[in-house]
């Protein structure tokens, strides 16, 4: 497996690590952006209530897409080519290990995602039925006006 | 004719957090503030 590149930074009200990594031909970036990182409690009282969640104060919002995507500002613009069966069960178990390795590292209380279209949440909700019992998370699902939130809760998740 | 795919107010949300989030980044990266690690998966 190819190694991954992580980048830290913060600037202003983003404080973000952001992770490349590649899954046969394509390269992608994991994003994850603490919650809190000095943005009004008003703001994100108004993301918190978008979703549907009340956001933990260790927590990260998750974002993927292609690199390609984000260096030319077309964000989760589709590949040019069908990506098949094998690759998407890859990119899956990429992702958990990514999550795993984040939480494993910030002991994150929560993460939070949103699937932008209904067939990336059918791929979410398949990670989240394969692999939260293994990483020991809750995935809350269908949250939001459109129910295409989730709100994934850890071990470090203080009630 | 084909349709498309549905554009959803989180997508347009989604979209809104990446530009910040890529001007953020683009700032670090110029004032040299971006840590960068290689990490081998376990």
Redesign the interface.
């Known amino acids: 497996?190819t190694?991954?590149?992580?980048?830290?930074?913060?600037?202003?009200?983003?404080s973000?690590q952001?992770?490349e990594f590649s899954v046969q031909g394509y390269q992608y970036v994991m994003?994850f952006?603490r919650t809190d990182a000095s943005r009004s409690e008003e703001l994100i009282a108004k993301q918190a209530e978008?979703l549907g969640v009340e956001y933990r104060e260790n927590s990260y919002?998750v974002?993927f897409?292609l690199r390609e995507n984000?260096e030319s500002?077309t964000?989760?613009t589709p590949p040019p080519a069908h990506i098949n069966a094998a690759s998407m069960k890859e990119l899956g178990r990429?992702i958990k290990?990514l999550l795993d390795?984040h939480y494993r590292n910030s002991n994150a209380e929560a993460y939070y995602c949103?699937?932008?279209?209904?067939?990336l949440k059918r791929f979410y909700d398949r990670l989240a039925n394969l692999y939260a019992q293994e990483l020991y998370f809750t995935v809350n699902s269908n949250l939001?006006?459109?129910g295409?939130?989730y709100e994934i809760t850890t071990p470090s998740y203080k009630s | 004719m084909k349709s498309q795919?549905?554009a959803?107010?989180?997508?347009a949300?989604?979209?809104e957090?990446?530009?910040?989030?890529?001007a953020?980044?683009s700032?670090?990266?110029s004032e040299g503030?971006?840590?960068?690690?290689?990490?081998?998966?376990?």
Do not use: H
Request: a neutral charge; charged letters at 30%; aromatic letters at 12%.
């Open positions: 497996m190694p991954w590149l992580l980048q830290d930074f913060d600037v202003g009200d983003i973000c952001i992770i994003i952006n978008e919002e974002k897409d984000f500002d964000f989760f990429i290990e390795f949103v699937a932008e279209t209904m067939k939001g006006e459109e295409l939130g | 795919p549905q959803t107010k989180a997508k949300a989604k979209i957090a990446m530009k910040k989030i890529k953020a980044y700032q670090a990266k503030r971006v840590k960068s690690y290689q990490v081998s998966p376990a």
